[in-house]
């Protein structure tokens, strides 16, 4: 059974930068594919990035590509989320999901076995 904690989020204003971590334990880290999914107040919860296990493919959602990256450091068990030039429509629980190996419509929350318990991203205009 994999574990997900996530941690790094905060209070920023507009312009600034946030790094989100994401720790895995109880499975093989190298093994899984990783994304990170928000839900905005009074919203669904929507994709934001991945990254795959093998080729460490990464994908984002139109609304953060530019802004955010997602990386990974397998030594470290972690996947991190970059995120930097914050808006307020940024502001959202972020979670962290996590399925072993490939992962087909990376984009779509049912792909994902795996979730963390979320961290609150808060970005003032």
């Known amino acids: 059974q994999v574990q997900l904690v996530e941690s790094g989020g905060g209070l920023v204003q507009a312009g600034g930068s946030l790094r989100l971590s994401c720790v895995a334990s109880?499975?093989?880290?190298?093994?899984?594919?990783m994304g990170w999914f928000r839900q905005g107040p009074g919203k669904e919860r929507e994709f934001v990035a991945s990254?795959?296990?093998?080729?460490?493919?990464?994908d984002y959602s139109d609304s953060v590509k530019g802004r955010f990256t997602i990386f990974r450091d397998n030594a470290e068990n972690t996947v991190y989320l970059q995120m930097n030039s914050l808006k307020p429509e940024d502001t959202a629980v972020y979670y962290c999901?996590?399925?072993?190996?490939?992962?087909?419509?990376?984009?779509?929350?049912?792909?994902?076995?795996?979730w963390g318990q979320g961290t609150q991203v808060t970005v003032s205009s």
């Open positions: 999901a996590a399925d072993s190996g490939v992962v087909p419509n990376n984009q779509q929350t049912s792909a994902y076995v795996y």
């Open positions: 109880g499975g093989t880290f190298s093994r899984l594919s």
């Open positions: 990254i795959s296990w093998r080729t460490w493919r990464t």
